[in-house]
């Protein structure tokens, strides 16, 4: 099948790689030139373990090609995955400039029938207006071409997108079209492994399905940090109770950790967009504003810790161990290590940070400031500094050289947003181990 791409970020990048690896031709169309021309020298601009791979197995079998030609790739691709941003606007409504600007180049270009499929994250609604603007651009062309518009909302996560995409827990189809309905299932067949994975449901279903998914991950995380505040002053482990309900299979295991708040360019932005379009349609999702509310303070836990520990925080110096919002990804978008590197100079410190492969970034988001040192190991980062700050669970922090950290420290405190260790193992090497939800 051909398949055209708008937008070569995380999603359209990798569902357009993993198109090609199943035997589909696909091109990938973007705006931003340096892009299309770095992904055409095979420069992935954004690091994802296992797509490099992939995309340079496709190009290279001529099955994925990439374009700034607006025209050229609606013309190309029968199905047209939209998969550009949606970025809060101003009131943290979604903005859906970018998503309808693609909607209206399909309608100007297309030579005949096209299934339009909305894979960025969307308002309810979004698809009747994607549906309008192409409506309208035939009508300027005089042109009676056919066309379906279909909801089929993305749930891949950074650092396993391409795991994600490959082996989908479910692939939602939002529409109402028998003829797009057949062309998105065989799309999607190689895709289903054992067992059919479709959910077909009407688009404003398949819309809120995607926010909903988002926020209630996120309220499970704001419910652990919250009850983690308690759990520190009866003396209680989180991980005993995180544990204990978990086991419940009604519960499950998975986003139940507490820890130094949510981050991402996902879940911040799409729980408001969500609670605007509750706003605008008269239903406050009275919940949601409590969870965000909760992890707005949650992002400088470690920070409140170190003046509880400290007092004032002028001129002391902090390491930090992680930038990016999470393990396996250099995307520090909406990261809780900036509200801490940023309540830290609020407070007049300095930070000394690690991360494998955020650095670059963090070097792009900040510049160059005295107050930030951007080290070259976990060790260098902790020699001369007050305490160490654990924010991302990056694996090679699992088990640190402990005594060394001691002794590079000017005092042997770690604060860890990430319940990484054992408390009574870190104190065991003489250090002093705050960490989320547990008792000191
Ligand atoms: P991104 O910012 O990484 O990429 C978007 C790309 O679209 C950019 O390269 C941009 O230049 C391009 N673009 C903008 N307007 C365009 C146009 N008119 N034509 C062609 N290209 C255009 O974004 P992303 O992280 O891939 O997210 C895309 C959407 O998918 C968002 O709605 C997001 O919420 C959703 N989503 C993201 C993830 C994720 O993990 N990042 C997961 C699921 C869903
Ligand atoms: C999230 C969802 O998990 C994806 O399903 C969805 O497709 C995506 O958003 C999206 O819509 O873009 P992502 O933002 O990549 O994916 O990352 P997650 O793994 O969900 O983590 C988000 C944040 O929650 C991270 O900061 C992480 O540290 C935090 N988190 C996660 C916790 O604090 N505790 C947990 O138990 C789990």
Known sequence: MKVSVIGT????????????DMGNEVMCLDVDEA??????????????????????RNVEAGRLVFTLDAKKAAEFGEVQMIAVGTPPDEDGSADLQYVLAAARNIGRHMPDYRV???????????????EAAVREELAKRGADIDFAVVSNPEFLKEGAAVDDCMKPDRIVLGLSDARAEAIMRELYQPFQRNHERTLVMSRRAAELTK???????????????????LAEVVGVDIEDVRRGIGSDPRIGYSFLYAGTGYGGSCFPKDVQALMRTADEHGAPLRLLAAVEAVNDDQKTTLVRKA??????????????????????????????????IEALWAEGASVCAYDPIAADECRRIYGERADLTLAASPL???????????????????????????ARLK??????????YEPEAVRRHGLEYHSVGRPA
């Open 9 to 20: 970020g995380y999603v359209g990048l990798v569902t357009g790689a993993c198109l090609a």
């Open 35 to 56: 892009k299309i021309r770095s992904l055409e020298r095979g420069i992935i601009p954004i690091h994802e373990p296992g797509l490099d791979e992939i995309v340079k």
């Open 116 to 130: 339009i499929v909305d894979k960025s994250t969307v308002p309810v609604g979004t698809g009747d207006r994607v």
């Open 211 to 229: 926010y909903a998914a988002n926020a209630m991950l996120a309220t499970r995380i704001s419910f652990m940090n919250d009850l983690s505040r």
């Open 307 to 340: 003046v509880k520990r400290f007092g004032a925080l002028q001129g002391r110096r902090f390491a930090i161990w992680g930038l990016a919002f999470k393990p396996n990804t250099d995307d520090m978008r909406e990261a809780p290590a900036r509200s801490v």
């Open 380 to 406: 260098e980062a902790v020699r001369g500094a007050d305490a160490l700050m654990i924010v991302t669970e990056w694996k090679e922090f699992r088990s640190p050289p402990f005594d060394e950290i001691r």
């Open 411 to 420: 005092h042997p405190v770690i604060l860890d947003g990430r319940n990484l």
